[in-house]
């Protein structure tokens, strides 16, 4: 009995010198549901960017997850980045030509003797060309996005764009899209906070 209990023993040591530690996404992750209060700093990237701004905390408060403030003295995170929304216009120009010729030709002439040759030319041309210009208006919208804690670190980042959808314009695209993306990294440190064998 004492051999099998010493063999179990070396196992287990075993096991654990080679189980991993949790790496820093890992832990990042976990501060995620440590947040309460997040202040939506203001955004680099023009005028565009204080609108795509409004959208991404209508977006995060509609998931209900933090407290999203007015007051930066209050957060204990803050979301910073840049975001653009750009309309340009898309241009594409093709050049199509056809061009067909046809000639026939008979001749004749008078050698120094008596024959006699005969001579007819007939010729054809065709030609066509066609232009083709199409300009697209175009709408994109992009967003840099970090969550960061009041001592500097970077607990969560996303990057997304859009040219929007056939019901959706390209800044609530990208706003919802950061949304998901952020519920979906708070939903995996829950799990992973229940379930610490399954952190990946």
């Known amino acids: 009995m004492r051999g099998l209990a010493l063999l179990l023993a070396v196992a287990a040591m075993a ?13 990042a992750l976990r501060q995620l549901l440590s947040v309460r209060r ?7 990237g023009g005028e565009t960017a204080a609108h795509l ?16 403030t007015e007051n930066a003295e209050r957060a204990d995170t803050f979301l910073r980045g840049s975001a653009e929304d750009l ?36 010729g054809a041309s065709v030609g066509e060309q066609e232009s083709t210009r199409i300009a697209e208006r175009k709408h994109e919208a992009t967003a840099s996005v970090r969550l960061v804690t009041k001592d500097g670190d970077v ?11 056939k019901f959706r314009g390209a800044s609530a695209d990208v706003a919802d899209k950061i949304a ?3 519920t979906a990294a708070y939903e995996r440190a829950r799990k992973a906070e229940q379930s610490p064998a399954l952190v990946k």
């Open 53 to 68: 701004r409004d959208m991404i905390i209508a977006s995060l408060e509609s998931t209900k997850l933090f407290v999203i």
């Open 180 to 182: 998901r993306k952020l």
């Open 38 to 44: 997040v202040f939506v700093d203001r955004f680099n």
């Open 87 to 122: 309309v340009f216009t898309d241009t594409f120009q093709s050049n199509d030509s056809i061009d067909a010729r046809v000639q026939v030709g008979r001749g004749s002439s008078y050698s120094s003797g008596s024959s006699r040759q005969a001579s007819r030319n007939l």
């Open 15 to 27: 096991t654990a010198q080679q189980a991993p530690a949790p790496g820093r996404e890992d832990q």
């Open 155 to 165: 607990i969560w980042s996303a990057i997304e764009e859009s040219m929007g959808g």
